[in-house]
């Protein structure tokens, strides 16, 4: 079962944050964080992933909270090729290891 | 980085067939899954496809509906036999590299069965 829990939807406006919120709040010590996207009828993308400080790339930011039992995935400007299904994933970091994937959240872009 | 190669993209299957998807890979990986995405579902994972050894398979999933071939470390095949329409879904091949760190995915197979 994913132990992860995310809103199903949500919707942000174009050019806005989006703060797309996960709770893990059984996430043991060595579990990462994880942030993956489903564009509509493509595979799945990986964004961003992190162990318990802030990660930042050219797609998103991470931002975990100090007891770790939550994070929360911000897309600074929100364009409406952001609109897809956000999977919030905790995971050793091990290659043997696969990906949990729970229901996530529908985000949609509004124009 | 990883980019994976699905065949086919998608097909329309008689009940009672089988249907073999490829995935090539192109760079070596250990590790290979195959996923299944039913309509309006997340993904789950069918089975762990491993090199030189039979595959690794979830609860609910047997080798004799979806076998899975392994011959080397950039190919896998997963095979959906005896069709039925409750086999309709979106099948994904997954890598992860060396490292650990990310998965990759193809753009999957969508099959509908009739």
Known sequence: DAK??????????????????????????NEYVYWYRQI???????????LKNNETNEMASLIITEDRKSSTLILPHATLRDTAVYY?????????????????TRLSVLP | SAVISQKPSRDIC???????????????????????QQPGQSLTLIATANQGSEATYESGFVIDKFPISRPNLTFSTLTVSNMSPEDSSIYLCSVVTQTGTEAFFGQGTRLTVV
């Open chain 1, 4 to 29: 992860t829990t995310q809103p199903p939807s949500m919707d942000c406006a174009e050019g806005r944050a989006a703060n797309l919120p996960c709770n893990h709040s059984t996430i043991s010590g």
């Open chain 1, 40 to 50: 509509h009828s493509q595979g799945p993308q990986y964004i961003i992933h992190g």
């Open chain 1, 88 to 104: 919030c994933i905790v995971r050793v970091d091990n290659y043997g290891q696969n990906f949990v994937f729970g229901p996530g």
């Open chain 2, 14 to 36: 008689q009940r009672g067939t089988s249907l073999t998807i490829q995935c090539q890979v192109d760079s070596q990986v250990t590790m290979m899954f195959w996923y299944r």
